[in-house]
């Protein structure tokens, strides 16, 4: 079982690597709010955040280490190449992606959103599945003071901050993927999916597990600015070749 959010990119990350491995799974969205508590219960108070996977009845947080007990238990298809340099590579782009950008994609797109009351509607309605018509008022309003609390997301100075940490990440990743098909290897690997999965809101590929009605202006400006990178091109030719829906 995986307990999970669908617009959270970490939870693309768990479940593009369960998908790709062809692990049948159940999946469950906890109540809106409440996935704090659920995961620190599922994890025996090790972690608050999703994703966690519940695997011969131990809960298993955090994206990187659901992926290396899946390399583990299937290692067919492989994630993580044979080659140990590569290995070493490709588990280093892994946590840069996971620490360096991860971080500012969801800083960056959870302020946008939260900024505009018609899209913060949206996530409301996406975030919070059993919400009460009569009481979106006060849900709009609690799930933007969580994500602030949570994520820092309701500074125009940090949103502006994280948006220079993602271009750097970008830059990195437009180099990285120089004279390369793969990020390592020669073939799909975690530090492919990681990146990929990441990068989702920035890409929104046909694939993506959510996308808002419109963008915010000021994520069509940051869209304008980076569209042309290859990176961007990257992450969508990641999802046709190696994502499944699911």
């Known amino acids: 079982m995986l307990c999970h959010v669908p617009v959270s990119h970490y939870s693309e990350k768990a479940r593009w690597a369960l998908d790709y491995k062809r692990v049948p799974h159940t999946r469950r969205w906890p109540p809106g709010g409440l996935h704090p508590a659920v995961t620190w219960v599922l994890t025996e108070g090790r972690g608050q955040?999703?994703?966690?996977?519940?695997?011969?009845?131990?809960?298993?947080?955090?994206?990187?280490?659901?992926?290396?007990?899946?390399?583990?238990?299937?290692?067919?298809?492989?994630?993580?190449?044979?080659?140990?340099?590569?290995?070493?590579?490709?588990?280093e782009l892994e946590d840069y992606f996971?620490?360096?950008?991860?971080?500012?994609?969801?800083?960056?797109?959870?302020?946008?959103?939260?900024?505009?009351?018609?899209?913060?509607?949206?996530?409301?309605?996406?975030?919070?599945?059993?919400?009460?018509?009569?009481?979106?008022?006060?849900?709009?309003?609690?799930l933007k003071q969580v994500l602030d609390l949570r994520y820092a997301t309701g500074s125009a100075e940090r949103a502006r901050d994280a948006e220079e940490r993602m271009e750097r990440a970008l830059d990195r990743l437009d180099a990285e993927l120089e004279g390369r098909e793969y990020l390592a290897g020669g073939q799909f690997s975690v530090a492919d999916l990681t990146g990929a999965a990441l990068l989702y809101?920035?890409?929104?590929?046909?694939?993506?597990?959510?996308?808002?009605?419109?963008?915010?202006?000021?994520?069509?400006?940051?869209?304008?600015?980076?569209?042309?990178?290859p990176s961007h091109a990257w992450v969508l030719e990641m999802y046709r070749r190696h994502r499944s829906a699911g």
């Open 49 to 91: 955040t999703v994703p966690v996977l519940v695997m011969d009845g131990e809960g298993i947080g955090d994206s990187t280490e659901i992926i290396r007990r899946l390399e583990e238990r299937v290692p067919d298809p492989p994630l993580y190449p044979s080659d140990p340099e590569e290995r070493r590579r490709a588990l």
């Open 201 to 229: 809101p920035f890409a929104l590929p046909p694939q993506t597990p959510w996308a808002p009605s419109r963008l915010p202006d000021a994520w069509n400006e940051f869209q304008a600015r980076n569209g042309d990178r």
């Open 98 to 142: 996971d620490q360096e950008l991860g971080p500012y994609v969801r800083r960056t797109a959870y302020h946008h959103i939260t900024t505009d009351p018609e899209l913060l509607g949206e996530l409301a309605a996406h975030q919070i599945q059993y919400g009460i018509d009569a009481l979106e008022p006060f849900t709009k309003w609690t």
